[in-house]
Structure formats: C-alpha cells, structure tokens
C-alpha cells in the first residue's frame, strides 16, 4: 500500500545518505467500473492516491469526476440504479465489502459540495451539528471544537462575535469556508471537494485555495474542478478523465508540462472541452 522515493539528506550541504521517504496510499481504486443503469460511467479505474496530497481530477462535462469521488464515500449509491464493480481499497479495506459501515467511511471522508451548503442554523450549530450527532454534548468540548474548525478553515477571525447568527448571513465564500469548518468538526481522514470554487468570485476563490494547501499538511484532499489552472496550481498529483477512463495520471507538473498522452495535451490546450 505504500510507494518509496530516496532524497538526498545534507549537512552542512554536504550530501550523506540517501534517506527513504515513504508515502502512504489512503486510496487505491482496482478495476473500478459503474453504471447508471444501461449507461457505463466509470470504466476500469486505476488510481493509487497518497496520503497528505491534494489530487486534482480534471476533465471535460460529463467525463465521471464527480460520480468517481461520490463512489469514495458511497455517497453515490443514493442513486437506485447505480452498480459497481471491482474494488475500491481505503486504508487497507474494500468498502464495498459486506461488513463495511457506510457511516464510518462518511465519519472519515468528509465531503465540501460546489455550492457552499450551510444548515439554516446559527454559524455555531452549522460546526457543532456533526459532534452533537457523534455524541458530544458537553458545552465546553462543543467550544473547543468549534473554534478549532473555525480556525481550520481560515474563518475564526471574521465570525468570532457572530457565532449565534444564521449563516445564510455570510457571503458565498464565508459560506463555503463555514462548510469546510463543518467538514473539520468530525476530523475526517480525507477530504473530498466537488467544484468547491466554482460558485464563488476570485477573492473568495483564492482563500479557499489557500485554504487546500494549509489543510494537506494534516489531510488527503481529492478535488474536482473545471479549472486547469486551479488545479495547476494547487495540487500535486493530477489525473485527467475522459468518457468516465483515466487517461492520464502523474504528478501535477508532469501533467501540464510533459504530458504523455496527446488527447491529455488536447485537453489542456484547450483543443475540446
């Protein structure tokens, strides 16, 4: 479940070993194949994604990114005429196996939408709705850990004397930062984030995207979104879809600069799409 890479360890710039870094898989995704009824969405996906990395899924309308991440949480077998097949292993277990409790992976892999979706509460309850549903109801905990995901989500300052207002109060941005604080509040493994900047302006934009490079030192983050240079900018491993395949996966940099696949450059270049 885990890859290795050597670097180079100096002292007093003077190179002495080279020193084994390992990286963790949170997720490996086996032959991954899903229809929506007759229609074949998702057709043999490979993907191996490391922990404490931002994995962007880029790719034109309609090409599977959004149905794939909804299978990393289950979120997708709402639908009734959705079937899968093949494996999806999270920390080392298939979660489509009988004994594996959906609430459990939707405790550890929280999800942000592309529309920030507040609960028509106080910005206070909007964070402690989660732990309250886990159990905890003493008042100072509550306090903690709504500070503590305020915090997190780059937002406590704005909001500190605001904590018993409704969050339908706050701007597009506040509310998807609300949303992220939300996700923080059950302390999640991974975080999963649909367009989460689509619907906001390009300063709000910016602060989240911040927001996504702060979050990786302590989160998996895997991301949607239409905009190459969004994803350019903020992730590290980048995997293109098309007509629900992988076409490509590699580092970020590789992706955009020296991709290996022409319909990946066609893409980029902005030849369809």
């Known amino acids: 479940m885990a890859t290795t890479t050597t670097k180079s360890v100096k002292i007093n710039n003077q190179p002495i070993k080279n020193e084994i870094v390992e990286k963790t898989s949170v997720y490996k995704t086996n032959q991954l194949n899903l229809w929506y009824g007759s229609n074949h969405a998702l057709k043999n996906i490979d993907l191996d994604i490391k922990e404490n990395e931002v994995t962007a899924i880029i790719g034109p309308s309609g090409c599977g990114k959004s149905t794939y991440i909804k299978t990393l949480n289950r979120m997708?077998?709402?639908?009734?005429?959705?079937?899968?097949?093949?494996?999806?292993?999270?920390?080392?277990?298939?979660?489509?196996?009988?004994?594996?409790?959906?609430?459990?992976?939707?405790?550890?892999?929280?999800?942000?939408?592309?529309?920030?979706?507040?609960?028509?509460?106080?910005?206070?309850?909007?964070?402690?709705?989660?732990?309250?549903?886990?159990?905890?109801?003493?008042?100072?905990?509550?306090?903690?850990?709504?500070?503590?995901?305020?915090?997190?989500?780059?937002?406590?300052?704005?909001?500190k004397d605001r904590l018993n207002e409704n969050a339908y109060g706050l701007s597009g941005g506040q509310q998807q930062r609300i949303c992220i604080a939300r996700c923080l509040a059950i302390e999640p493994d991974v975080i999963l984030m649909d367009e989460p900047t689509s619907a906001l302006d390009p300063i709000s934009t910016l602060k989240v995207e911040e927001l996504v490079q702060e979050l990786k030192t302590q989160y998996s983050i895997i991301i949607v979104t239409h905009n190459m240079q969004q994803a350019a900018r903020i992730s590290d491993k980048t995997a293109f879809f098309l007509n629900g395949e992988v076409i490509e996966y590699d580092d970020t940099d590789k992706?955009?600069?020296?991709?290996?696949?022409?319909?990946?450059?066609?893409?980029?270049?902005?030849?369809?799409?």
């Open 255 to 273: 992706i955009f600069s020296n991709p290996s696949d022409k319909r990946t450059e066609d893409y980029i270049s902005g030849r369809f799409g």
């Open 76 to 159: 997708i077998e709402i639908i009734p005429t959705v079937k899968t097949s093949g494996e999806i292993i999270y920390r080392g277990r298939n979660i489509f196996s009988k004994d594996y409790q959906v609430e459990d992976l939707r405790t550890k892999v929280g999800m942000v939408f592309q529309k920030p979706n507040p609960f028509p509460k106080s910005i206070y309850d909007n964070i402690a709705y989660g732990p309250r549903i886990h159990g905890i109801k003493n008042k100072k905990i509550l306090d903690e850990i709504v500070e503590k995901s305020l915090r997190g989500a780059a937002i406590w300052d704005e909001v």
